[in-house]
């Protein structure tokens, strides 16, 4: 990596502030979990108050003293800020405190950093701190200057400013090009896929849910599931065959987060494509987490910022062995169309369910019927085997042909629309 990280393990402090406004709130349980993820060992926290951050130092000069005291008492090596911090905040407070101060957005990408396990994975964490540093690095320099004491030194620092500007942008530019060409690949995947018609099952959730756990249950994989937050990355892909639906495409992908860091989200909105062109999402939800309702709003948030609101979706309540009493079941909207499903990743309870959650929810979309053609109906004969949809034919003394067939409903009405044939005739009807 391109920049140093903090190593595994290091004493840290972490200053959550309550926020009045609901929209910047950030929860302290989840900053510990942060900083246990990263590795750190979170040995006290500062909590306060705050109608909105000052400006020098984010927090108060008192809660300042307060910090100093923290950080001198347990020899911290650094204080993690459950906020997002402007790079001159960071500095005075590290110049205040005399110890290395980190905040969520670093902390977040710090987590990625040590995550990330594909080629594509990696250069898009990179690049997201490479565009969080570069600001730092701008102003950390202008700090440095001061410090010198500044006017015979101006010429040759800006110099220096001026080079390491240069090399970063050299390099964000060559990470661009390289993800660029990552991307065309991964593009073509999901394009043969597409075109092989196999529906695609996206694990969605917050951090933490049990997506990979559940991912596993279901292929008999052996993905990478801890309690950590961002155990998984790098999106996984595996081939599942279900009951009614024939082969399908299960995919697990990373955790959301409140507050992901924006340029994060943005580097990694190519990885969340996949996301986009599932066929059915599956939202996993810790159903005995007391956050599990701000969690979901989340969850909601970023697929709707993403473009993923209108992907059909199936609620997944997991954890349920942790709910004493509550028996795996599933939930149903008024159509009957199966909306929740609980269930147990860990102990397996409810998994037969969520197949049969799936398969009903993706049969919705396939049709699967004999269709009776006469010898005049050849046209409509020959794109059905050019789609693949044919699986057993047979025919008559009369020579009508019975085709029995299998493909999606809307590959269905487009051959007929194609064709000029009515759609009643066959007995479809559109179902969006
Ligand atoms: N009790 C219980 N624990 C579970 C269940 N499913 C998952 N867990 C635990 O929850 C933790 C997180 O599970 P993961 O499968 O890694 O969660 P994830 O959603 O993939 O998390 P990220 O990859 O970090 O986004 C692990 O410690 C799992 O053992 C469950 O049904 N019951
Ligand atoms: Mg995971």
Not at 83 to 106: F, K, M, W
Request: with cysteine.
């Amino acid at each position: 990596m391109f920049f140093e990280r903090p190593e595994s393990g290091e004493r840290a402090i972490l200053v959550h502030m309550d926020m009045y406004d609901e929209s910047v709130q950030e929860s302290p349980r989840e900053l510990e979990e942060l900083a246990l993820s990263a590795g750190a060992d979170p040995i006290d926290i500062l909590i306060g108050t705050r109608h909105r951050p000052v400006s020098k130092y984010f927090i108060g000069t008192g809660k300042l003293d307060e910090l100093r005291t923290l950080v001198a008492e347990h020899k911290a090596e650094v204080v993690i800020f459950n906020h997002s911090l402007s790079p001159a905040q960071a500095r005075n407070v590290e110049r205040e405190i005399q110890c290395r101060v980190l905040d969520r957005t670093g902390l977040i990408l710090d987590i990625f950093a040590q995550r990330a396990r594909t080629h594509e994975g990696k250069l898009q964490v990179e690049l997201a701190q490479l565009e969080y540093m570069s600001t730092r690095l701008v102003r950390g320099w202008t700090h440095l200057e001061r410090q010198k004491g500044g006017i015979g030194l101006r010429g040759p620092g800006e110099t220096q400013l001026e080079t390491d500007r240069r090399l970063l942008r050299a390099r964000i530019k060559t990470i661009h090009s390289r993800l660029e060409k990552v991307r065309k690949q991964r593009e073509q995947g999901r394009r043969s896929r597409q075109r092989a018609e196999v529906p695609t099952l996206s694990l969605v959730g917050y951090t933490n849910a049990g997506k990979s756990t559940l991912f596993n249950r279901i292929t008999d994989a052996d993905v990478y599931a801890a309690d950590q937050l961002f155990a998984t990355l790098d999106p996984t892909l595996r081939k599942v065959e279900l009951a009614d639906v024939g082969p399908a495409i299960l995919a697990d992908t990373v955790g959301f987060i409140r507050h992901l860091p924006h340029k994060l989200v943005e580097s990694f909105r190519a990885t969340l494509q996949e996301t986009i062109d599932a066929t059915l999402l599956l939202h996993v939800i810790d159903a005995f987490d007391e956050e599990r309702q701000g969690h979901i709003t989340e969850v909601e948030n970023v697929l709707r910022e993403i473009g993923a609101d209108e992907v059909p979706l199936l609620q997944v309540y997991n954890k349920i062995d942790q709910m004493p009493g509550q028996q795996p079941r599933i939930d149903r909207n008024d159509e009957g169309v199966p909306t929740r499903v609980w269930l147990s990743a860990a102990s397996g309870e409810g998994i037969d369910l969520l197949l049969q959650a799936i398969n009903e929810r993706l049969t919705d979309d396939i049709f699967h019927e004999t269709m009776n053609l006469s010898p005049r109906e050849g046209q409509l004969r020959a794109q059905l085997y050019a789609q693949g949809a044919v699986l057993q034919e047979t025919v008559d003394d009369q020579g009508a042909m019975h085709l029995e067939v299998r493909l999606q409903r809307k590959d269905l009405l487009q051959i007929l629309s194609r064709l000029g044939l009515p759609t009643e005739q066959y007995r479809i009807h559109e179902i969006y």
